[in-house]
């Protein structure tokens, strides 16, 4: 039997941080499109992050740099129209909130306005607390992010692992704390010691979501298109490859133009 929308739950902030205090894990993992956000949220995925990763695995760019305010409504309105339960959150891209508050601002209400999102993301810490703040003033959820900052890969000039040095380690503690003082519900750690995540799992009472970050955090979260083999080059210790789509489509598109090519597609019974 089909399930009216209104009758779906929606995963909410309150439930998030209900999920952390009674120790059940939150699944996390990116969408882009319709189609997809419709499998992952039926599915049972408990956030859906429209990442600026699209500027990656959607239009082939080498990092998530390119990506315009405009792309990522365009990406988060396909989202938000395929989901029922989800809670989606949006990553405000580069350009768009950094050094500039009322810049952070605009650009956060163009979002939830023009999409329907339900909370923003941004990356870093203290150097963008005035950002949060005039996000926070008008009522939006947000979203941290620390250790690994894609936006800032021209800085570090590396993907490796991060904070693995006190200083730094401590710097993003600090940063943690600061996003919970500010009012964010949840903060991603991307790629840090799994002990790092840990202690900072658990000083912290906001859900803290990981991506190369161990198991001692209170959710994962994995770009959909690493996780199911559409992409066969990115190959980093922390992804689990859960199907080879890679292999089937070609597969199956190969089928395709073999049938096209010998006359098989369509037969009798496929015309009309």
Request: glycine share 8%; hydrophobic share 40%.
């Amino acid at each position: 039997m089909s399930v009216h929308k209104s009758d779906v739950k929606k995963v909410t902030t309150h439930q998030l941080q209900n999920m952390k205090e009674r120790g059940e894990k939150i699944s996390m993992l990116t969408a882009y499109d319709y189609s997809m956000a419709t499998i992952l949220d039926a599915a049972g995925v408990d956030v859906l992050l429209v990442g600026d990763s699209a500027s990656n695995v959607m239009a082939g760019h080498e990092t998530t740099l390119p990506i315009t305010l405009d792309q990522m409504i365009y990406h988060a309105s396909s989202v938000i129209r395929g989901v029922n339960r989800a809670f989606v959150v949006v990553d405000l891209p580069f350009g768009s909130y950094q050094g500039n508050s009322s810049e952070a601002l605009r650009s956060t209400i163009r979002i939830m306005k023009e999409s329907g999102a339900h909370g923003i993301k941004l990356e870093g810490g203290a150097e963008i607390k005035e950002s949060i703040i005039r996000i926070l003033s008008a009522g939006v959820p947000v979203m941290g992010h620390l250790g690994l900052t894609p936006q800032s890969i021209y800085k570090f000039g590396t993907y490796t692992v991060r904070a693995k040095e006190e200083a730094e380690a401590q710097k993003l503690i600090d940063d943690a704390l600061l996003l919970q003082e500010l009012g964010c519900f949840s903060i991603v750690l991307e790629k840090i010691p799994s002990e790092l995540a840990k202690r900072v799992a658990e000083k912290l009472q906001i859900p803290i979501i990981g991506i190369g970050a161990g198991p001692h955090v209170d959710g994962q979260v994995l770009v959909v298109h690493d996780m199911l083999g559409i992409n066969k080059e990115f190959k980093p210790r922390f992804l689990r490859r859960y199907a080879d789509l890679h292999t089937i489509m070609t597969d199956a598109v190969q089928n395709y133009v073999k049938d096209v090519k010998s006359k098989d597609f369509p037969n009798e019974k496929e015309a009309y």
